[in-house]
């Protein structure tokens, strides 16, 4: 609805670059927003551990929906960190996989692995799932020129051993975490660092706040991919994206490209 309109002003079109994250919406509320925007999904992100617990008739109706839908499943960094942990990495990996995901999160968020990204990524590869790695801890603060040049070494090591993208973290609060100041400004400079050294394609940025979801695109401008959305941003995340919102329109990496563009 309204494309052949957006596009008479200057809109551009960038795909699915947003994964929003389901910390334990019903079936019913998850199936509406994927009707809604599954467009405008790059993946569905399975949160935390919430799915777990969850009645499993409901987890594997959202699956369903997902797929339906056209909109793959990557599950959340936290049980994957548990099982590792517990020694059950294989037990997790086979039941993500029996349940139709499409990639788990590994990370060392706040656990420590034992086991080298070349003989996960292999495991994982065993049953058909891709992985992606979880960039930066939960509970040590925003980062610093030294975890930056630590977490490109780390990032490198994990996409060579097999890992499709890496997610750069931010928790629910993008404050004091990750690429986020303890006043919750993103500290673009370690940003780019982290691009020039992995490549704009290979990240996601995790972006669970309005400040973070917009300070993202004004820095990076609208090709950047972002995580970690809640269902009902989505919308608001991409007419941000295109210019379409108030705050953005002014902004010349993200306006759209209006025949006779006035800035009144």
Known sequence: MGAAVLASWGVGEFGALTTPF????????LEAHLAQSAHLMEMLKLSMTCWMIADGDATRRKLAAAREWGVGIVTGGGPFEIAAAAGEMEGYLDLCAELGVTRVEAGEGFTHLSSTPES??????????????????????????ATVRS?????????????????????ESAQDVGLFSIAGELQGAYADALVEALGHDRLIFEAPTKPSQF????????????????????????????GL??????KPSLAPSLPNRTNS
Do not use: M
């Open 22 to 29: 389901d910390p334990g919406y019903d079936p019913a509320t």
């Open 120 to 145: 996960i990524c292999r495991l994982a590869a065993d049953r058909s799932l891709e992985v992606q790695f979880e960039l930066g801890a939960k509970h040590t603060g925003a980062f610093d020129a």
């Open 151 to 171: 977490l490109v070494d780390q990032g490198s090591e994990w996409l060579d051993a097999g890992a499709v993208a890496l997610v750069v973290e931010a928790r």
């Open 215 to 242: 300070a993202l695109l004004d820095h990076f401008g609208p090709v950047v991919r972002l995580s970690n959305v809640r269902l009902e941003e989505v919308l608001r995340v991409e007419i941000y994206r295109r």
């Open 245 to 250: 919102h108030s705050d953005a329109f002014g």
